[in-house]
T-cell receptor, first 115, second 114 residues
Framework: GENVEQHPSTLSVQEGDSAVIKCTYS??????FPWYKQELGKGPQLIID?????GEKKDQRIAVTLNKTAKHFSLHITETQPEDSAVYFC??????????????FGQGTELSVKP | NAGVTQTPKFQVLKTGQSMTLQCAQD?????MSWYRQDPGMGLRLIHYSVGAGITDQGEVPNGYNVSRSTTEDFPLRLLSAAPSQTSVYFCASSRSGRLGGELFFGEGSRLTVL
């Protein structure tokens, strides 16, 4: 089955700097790669996603890149702000024949943005 | 719109006890799933369902049962709780049974097994 590795586990940056979180996946059949943000005491929320037919997607200060050949994808946050501090999860999944899809998550990255 | 509602938010059990974590969504979503979150291990899929009457196993199904008798509800049952099941549990739903739609998560249920 799918296995997703996420690095780093913790990341500390100064306000205004960029943050990059990287993930690798194992199943070449995976074709959907979302990123979730989890604030303290809450459930994760989708912040951006990318499909396998796209190499890069951007939404304001957030961008995701995908390299299908190397089976890795990354989250880039520019001009970080204290409210970006949270745990970020990558995930990978693909449609399982006749059964809908499974979404497998990485281990999470705790991002701390210092003012 | 309530979204995904989980109850209870906190529960303490003794080893061997049984309990059910409740999950309900009011968005008419086809897909529902249960994850557990443990430090350093991210979110691991326990069971999922692509529609009423259909369930399947995720990464870590042992010790858990589910059923999906209605579109709205997806309860998770622990038949004989073990300390290894101490975790935070999240229910999540998505509009479609096929991947590519946003997963909406509940606020979590923190379970401690003594």
């Amino acid at each position: 089955g799918e296995n997703v590795e996420q690095h780093p586990s913790t990341l500390s940056v100064q306000e205004g700097d960029s943050a990059v979180i990287k993930c690798t996946y194992s199943d070449s059949a995976s074709n959907y790669f979302p990123w979730y943000k989890q604030e303290l005491g809450k459930g994760p929320q989708l912040i951006i996603d990318i499909r396998s037919n796209v190499g890069e997607k951007k939404d304001q200060r957030i961008a995701v890149t995908l390299n299908k050949t190397a089976k890795h994808f990354s989250l880039h946050i520019t001009e970080t702000q204290p409210e970006d501090s949270a745990v970020y999860f990558c995930a990978a999944g693909g449609v399982i024949y006749n059964q809908g899809g499974k979404l497998i998550f990485g281990q999470g990255t705790e991002l701390s943005v210092k003012p | 719109n309530a979204g995904v509602t989980q109850t209870p938010k906190f529960q303490v059990l003794k080893t061997g006890q049984s309990m059910t974590l409740q999950c309900a969504q009011d968005m008419n979503h086809e897909y529902m799933s249960w994850y557990r979150q443990d430090p350093g291990m991210g979110l691991r899929l326990i069971h999922y369902s692509v529609g009423a009457g259909i369930t399947d196993q995720g990464e870590v199904p042992n010790g858990y049962n589910v059923s999906r008798s209605t579109t709205e509800d997806f309860p998770l049952r622990l038949l004989s709780a073990a300390p290894s099941q101490t975790s935070v549990y999240f229910c999540a739903s998505s509009r479609s049974g096929r991947l590519g739609g946003e997963l909406f998560f509940g606020e979590g249920s923190r379970l401690t097994v003594l």
